[in-house]
């Protein structure tokens, strides 16, 4: 065993021994051994369960004669765990686990001591402990130093003197706001006799919109954040807003409770707000598969799987995933337990819904605000137009034809899956096409049809709510066929002819947008326009949906009327072809150009031009008028106005106003479906196997939900964040205090269950827990607590006794020090360097990668990765495009989740390609160059103090004398080289900089390369 | 301002720590989590990387996986279906379809004969296309499994199943499982590295080699045979072999002096990682250089330095063995041959076969083979029922054919068979979790024993399946 190892569980020992002078605690030293060693055979899943023996449950224990309390010597267990016998011994040989002669000492302890049992420590929920007496009281800062030094007294150790002020200020500043300070705070800091300095500058720091982006990472490795879908298309998508939201309410200081609520359930809060149904983002993070083929039903449920384990493991600090298949092993959560979360979870569409920013909410605003004045202007100026709509729509009324909906019962397998809606229309799921001929037909009884109508349907999974499933949610229709034959003889089929079209919707002709053009975009000459485009038997030219950023996702129609009606006097199948071949070239990328939910009718009436009317008009036509609210009566108006010649002018002046209306941003969210979907528990995990039906709970072990009779989405969220529950405040305070101390008070902080270590320190966890709930769920307030503590800002020197007593710094007599996080790491030089753009939000960023990572076979398709300009690429490193498939590998080797699982605690890994990256990155390159740069330019005295200044820069202190003369001889050798011309400063500086005198350019190629030195040093990259 | 007490002289635990780290492996993991700490306590180091005793006594020490992303039919290659070719034309009977799931396919679909004739090959007698004319002379070296299955029937997922044991996203790949098992016994290369070539990348991206929730440590690494082989291995413009060096020094005796300051060990770890990343920087190009390699080596291939192709990739893996490096993941990703079945498969096998081949024979000469387990197949196999017009096959997970060489495999053998229309497995199924419990067998582990505890559970490889096929063993 490795000496650290030797070490580790040293101090467990020395722990556990302390622990065993006094008495046996049930869930710290007896839990652990019966849920690690025993739980999986006799443990709360009767499915595996051996011998009919369960020891999770005193009760059932005790009369299996398993425990007999008081009486080791009489007790089964005790005669399996310490037979010889391996067909008797316990656990058996072959589960490969073991019992260490002192753990069978415990029990046997235990049992003499009448083995009583206790819930699981996680399960009772938090009281506010009373702070431990310290005799080192007057020097504590605050309560959290009461229960750490009681610890540090128990095993003989005690703080750390306080890290040096520079330490601190960088601790501070890395740790709340992710970027190092600035030497005009450094000596700020240095110079304040203020005995306030430090809360001022926790304050500032806490207040710093900067805080809103280091913790919102922080959060998005939880609710597993990434641009782009995962799985082999892995496209991307457009979740940015709810990344911004994260950032805007950490800096808001949202509670706790209501920044979970919103995530789970912010669509079904009253009058829910753009920005509440934006943080539901959190349920979407979820990958979506849309590889050819791939069953979309399969692929919902791996959805729903994984938002219950993100929730699981980021909000309720518990792994739910084994319930899946069965009940669990360890944790009292059966497998039914499972599924009433996930039936409360089980009600809404994958949505992918439309959302402005501020200025386009503006600018809509404006458009919709100029078209209504434009509307009471037709009305002031036409005092008689009520009158005349109601002629209008008399006459319409009178020559309303009957439409039948004709459902197709043919469709095509092929990757692209239909799904048959209730109402007869078709939804396209799975795998979206570029382009796509569409066959789907049915039988019909003999009759006569003299027109055919397409309706065009929005459904809350397309995107921006459909019809069309392109990334703005159009379609393009290019030809649109109808062939007919008798069913008789279905090979006998004919075309019809189609010599009239109408639509609602005819935008004029013009080239297609660039995400649909072919490779060679210049010499695509396809156009799409109005509806005449779909018969004319010309492939370059298609109908669109797409009249204009503002109605385009809308729904629309388009009535076809034959040469000659169809009429078949037997049955006889009728077959819609839809050929959409508008699309681009590169099916793994979003060029899809294809309708998303449509549906087909037929009418025998006799059509006169006035008659197609959009359904929601027809609607309206059908009802007596005098019913009809003002809402509706205005839709009616609009719609008479768009088609009256009488308003020519003003319609004029109206469609020129929706051209200017804002193309918006879209944003994967939830949206509740009418009817809710039936839940069944799945066996074995297996969505084609489902059992028996269950409703929205709560597990039995957890507090119970809000007493409602029928639990929502809403219920869910808010019995998550509920006082009463035992985990979840639990869980997140010990996230943050892993995220400052490098470790959690429990060290896995995906699972507070049964099969967790014991915690460090239980009622610390418990009075953070306790006092977050009672300060409003507010995590600053959490946040302040900590880096106020003498526990925070001891120093991390490590003495060579520490190491050996506490090499993990369990007990923590000592800070924390190790690597910042992989952004961080990006964003500390670009910080040093002067270059860092601190813009906050918007849409993500691409800096310089290499570009063969984006092309097959890197990446499966070929990917876009449209570089950003420049003061774009300097952005912070949370707002670089993050491709599931292919992470930007300059954060990926510093451990960067990759967001296909929610993900609570990074690896820390410390590896040669780390300092490849460092060394040689091109963007870390331009930093140094920059650096250089800026060192020349803001410290002209000496070596000396230039390399002072770079120090302050980077690591925020001063060197000391050895340093300076260390990196003092690498100029000078580097000097001399570029002096005697083996090294070129024109090769150095490449073209990033515009130098033109030669001494310059001489000197800022060695400084570079200073520079370069400065940012790859250990302390650089860390936190101490 | 620097007025307070920095120095704390003589580190010793952190200087001993420096001597042990110093120069092994290929770095660290910064703070090993409790579950780590105690769990598997006894088979840890310091190092996650410094080689280590597998449970018994191992018949492979490396690996060469030839993933063939997309899903090769096994009906054009390895599994000879006399049947399917009469009933050509015919449809499939009803009851095997039955609850049958297909991606793309009416699974009512016509059956579609095999469209290259088979011959027997070797004293072994298996049976190959005539497509496979290289693989047909090393034939007795190889063991073809018929009675593959899995559970997945799309490639992303099926990828996953393949590389990770899992359909989900966040497992670790079975080069991670075994870096973690063992250790990487070169000092100047990484442990695990992959190769991508084909027409696309894999479909699980690079899920296929993640660590999942090991250390990341146990990462695959990417080369490539065009441009630097590992990403930003190239100094950048200017910078010579000899500034790094002095860089190098500069940075490391600045490392050394906080090392004894503060005494954190970590710093230790990262000068030891600039020391193999600087020699990484000789030692990969030197290893990726095929120029170096006889002609004959070459040509038996069918390799040209400086080409980007899977023949130069086999040829590559062997040299990285060669090298220490335990596991080497090819991906070739162009066999998803929903149509154009005909001439994707012999371009395929043009591009292909060939190096196969050679890698097993020049294995062989080698003296490698015995200890070097080679992998042939992909994520899933083909349906017996056409897709399209008349050349064209479905995903199908029921049943597919994969082969096995080397490391302690009964060598001309041909394990288990499928039914006479090739839909389902016949005699001797071998499911992906069999395959990955024979693997690691094959590497000295028990495949139940080598686990990783995290969200407390023990996870491993074959999660809580997998059986050790054990007629394919020499």
Redesign the interface.
Known sequence: ?????LL??GI?ISLKSSIQAKDIDFNRDIRPLLSDKCYFCHGPDEETREADLRLDQRGAAIEYGAIVPGKPSESLILERITSSDPDLKMPPPSS?KSLSEAEIETFRKWIENDAPYSEHWSFVPPQRPELPASPLKAELQNPIDHFIAAKLDENQLAFSPPA???TLLRRLSLDLIGLPPSPEEIAEF?SATDENAQDQVIERLLNSPHFGEHWGRWWLDAARYADSD???K?KQREVWFYRDWVINSLNENKPYNEFIIEQIAGDLLPQASQDEIVATGFLRNS?V?E?????PEQFRV?GM?DRMDAIG?AILGL?T??AQCHTH???PITQTDYYRMYAALNDFHEAITTVYTPEQQEQRKSVLDQISQIKARIKQQHPDWKQQLENWADQTREHLVTWKTVTPTEVP???QKFRILEDGSVLSESYAPTKSNVELSQTLPAQEIRAVRLDLLTHPQLPHNGPGRSLYGTGALTEFEVHVAPASDPGKKTKVKFTRAFSNVNATRSALPAAFREKNADKDDRVTGPIEYAIDDDKKTAWTSDLDPGRRNENAYAVFMPETPINFDEDFVLTWKLAQLHGGWNSDDNQSYIFGRYRFSVTNGDLTETDPVPLAIRKLLSQPEDQLSDEQQETLFSYWRSINPEYSAENAEIEALWKSHPAPVSQLAVKTMKSHRKTHLMQRGDFLNPGNEVQPGAPDFLNPFQDTPAPDRLDFARWLVSKDSPTTARTIVNRIWQAYF??GIV??P??L?????PPSHPELLDWLAVELMEHNWELKHIHKLIVTSKTYQQS?????EL??KDP?NILLARGA???VRSEVVRDIALTASGLLNRQIGGPSVYPPA?K?LFQ??????PKQWPLSSQTQQYRRSLYIHQY????Y?PLQVF?SP?G??SCV?R???????????M????QF?DFAKAFAKRILTECDIDDAERIQYAFQLAVS??A?E??VE??E??LK??RQ?IESG?????????NSTEVDQHSEAKEL?AWS?LA??IL????TI?R? | MNNHPRILPHNHVARRWFLQQCGIGLGGVAMASMSQETAKAASLSDDPLAPKQPHFPARAKNVILLFMGGGPSQFELFDYKPTLEKLDGTLPPADLLKGYRAAFINPNSKLLGPKYPFAKHGESGAELSDQLPHLAKVVDDLCIIRSMKTDAFNHAPGQLLMSTGSQQFGRPSMGSWVTYGLGNESRNLPSYIVFNSGNKGPSAGSSNWSSGFLPTVHSGVEFRTSGDPVLYLSNPEGIDRQVQRSTLDAVNAINRRQLDLVGDPEIATRISSYEMAFRMQTSAPEAMDLNNEPAHVLEQYGAEPGKASFANNCLLARRLVQRGVRFVQLFHESWDQHGGLKNGIANNCKATDQACAALIADLKQQGMLDETLVIWGGEFGRTPMVQGGNDGRDHHPNSFSMWLAGGGIKPGITHGSTDELGFNVGEKPVHVHDLHATILHLLGFNHKQLTFRFQGRDYRLTDVHGEIVKEILA
């Open positions: 065993m490795s000496f650290r190892l580790a569980f467990l490969g040096d002020k520079e240095l995962g799985y082999e892995d990958m598969n590889e050819g083929g791939a069953d791996e799987f493991k792994t995933q084994c092993k360890f944790d397998y092929e990757g490098g470790r060290s896995t995906e699972d269950g049964s099969q967790s270590p991390s020197i490590i003495s060579p190491l050996e993990f020090r190790f690597r290499p063969f097959p076979p890197a990446s499966y398709g599931r498939s292919v992470p590998p451990d990759k296909d699982a605690r690896t820390r890994s410390n590896t040669p390609l780390q300092a490849l990256v060394l040689n990155e091109p390159v202190r001063e000391d050895e340093e260390i990196l001889s690498l050798d580097i080289r083996e090294l070129s400063s024109q090769e150095i500086n490449g190629a390369i370069r030195a790859n040093l250990d302390e860390t101490q």
